[in-house]
Every structure is written in C-alpha cells, then in structure tokens.
T-cell receptor, first 109, second 114 residues
Framework: QQPVQSPQAVILREGEDAVINCSSS?????VHWYRQKHGEAPVFLMI?????EQKGHEKISASFNEKKQQSSLYLTASQLSYSGTYFC??????????FGTGTSLTVIP | DTEVTQTPKHLVMGMTNKKSLKCEQH?????MYWYKQKAKKPPELMFV???????INESVPSRFSPECPNSSLLNLHLHALQPEDSALYLC?????????????FGPGTRLTVL
C-alpha cells in the first residue's frame, strides 16, 4: 500500500523549480507531505483532502487528483533550506499511515 | 508545548538486553505512533495507539512491546533484539486519527543492536 514517488532524486540550483509526484494503487482520501532533513525528524508540509481542501504552509503548493490517485508537490524558487528528503503519506483503510518511497532533493548554490 | 520528546537519543544494546524507549507529548493529542526507519528508507509504521488503546500492530515481532500508560506517554519495550533491528525509531503524535490532522514527530532514538 506504499505510495510510489518520482523522481527518486533531484538536484537543483538555487532559484529553480521542482515537482515531486506521488502515486498510489489504492484509493486516496487524503495525502500528506513531509520533509525530512538528514538526521532529523520528518516535518509537516501540507495535507490535501478529497474535495479540494488543503492545510499547510503558505509557501508550499500541491495538487491532488482524486481520480488518478496522484498528488504533486510544487517547489518554486528553491532555496538551500529546501534540501532534504520529501515523503508523501496516505492513510490506509484502517488507522494505518504509509509513507511514500521518498524523493531526495538537493539544492546547490 | 508543541513538541514530542524522545529518550534516549542514542541506545546501544546487546541481543540479550532489555531496554525501553520513551516518547512524551503534552499537546493533548490522542493518537500516537511508533515508526522504524532504516537509512535512506521511509519511516515504516509499527504501532498506532488511539485513546491509549492499541489500534494497529503492523505484524511487528513480539520482541517489540508497546505500552501507553497514559495519554501523554508512549513506551516501546525491547527484548532479545536482532542486529537487523538497528534503526532510527520515531514517535509521532496526532490530535486524533482524522485525515485532516498532521503528525508531529519526535527527534527519534537511534538504536544499535550488537
């Protein structure tokens, strides 16, 4: 039930944009996005719900296609602080929560 | 107080030892999670507690034993672990199990089993 993310890794120069995709084979009722820096805990970025409701940081944008069971995270005008591993996450049929496979993002000067 | 604390930060134990990991939150959250994370992998769900009752056990070996003594505290008791159990153990809390609520993570306990 683990969502699959793409790309696995991406390297950007400061100021460039990136899109991270998350795809599930199971129906998605909501999608969560987290960022984890090396040696640190995951930090919440955004939640997207069916019906278009969103909750998260103002500088982060994302989309959720319920029919395709896909979500995308848009990172614009990247900064060095954006570096880390990005995970999408989805709730299972019960109370489980599954993280996606992860996308490593490196922003270089 | 908007943080989740975990102790210890690092733990080294032998395969015959018994140890415990502790997780605490004072945000009034009623759902708490244990995750295991290996290097360069996503966190992998182990247990979910909801209102101090075990809600989910993701087929975790019995050498891991969770306990939720009260709504603020979550323990993970370890016994007879294997070297492959070495990993970062993350605790998270959530106001409730609604899909609208994000999880708040503690800094983790890095466990090494010799």
């Amino acid at each position: 039930q683990q969502p699959v993310q793409s790309p696995q890794a991406v390297i950007l120069r400061e100021g460039e944009d990136a899109v991270i995709n998350c795809s599930s084979s199971k129906a998605l009722y909501s999608v969560h996005w987290y960022r984890q820096k090396h040696g640190e805990a995951p930090v919440f970025l955004m939640i997207l719900l069916k019906g278009g409701e969103q909750k998260g940081h103002e500088k982060i944008s994302a989309s959720f296609n319920e029919k395709k069971q896909q979500s995308s995270l848009y990172l614009t005008a990247s900064q060095l602080s954006y570096s880390g591993t990005y995970f999408c996450g989805a709730r299972g049929t019960g109370n489980q929560f599954y993280f996606g496979t992860g996308t490593s993002l490196t922003v270089i000067p | 107080d908007t943080e989740v604390t975990q102790t210890p930060k690092h733990l080294v134990m032998g395969m015959t030892n018994k140890k415990s990991l502790k997780c605490e939150q004072h945000m009034g959250h009623r759902a708490m999670y244990w995750y295991k994370q290996k290097a360069k992998k996503p966190p992998e769900l182990m247990f979910v507690y909801s209102y101090e009752k075990l809600s989910i056990n993701e087929s975790v070996p019995s050498r891991f034993s969770p306990e939720c003594p009260n709504s603020s505290l979550l323990n993970l008791h370890l016994h007879a672990l294997q070297p492959e159990d070495s990993a970062l153990y993350l605790c998270a809390s959530q106001p409730g199990l609604s899909s609208y609520n994000e999880q708040f993570f503690g800094p983790g306990t890095r466990l090494t089993v010799l």
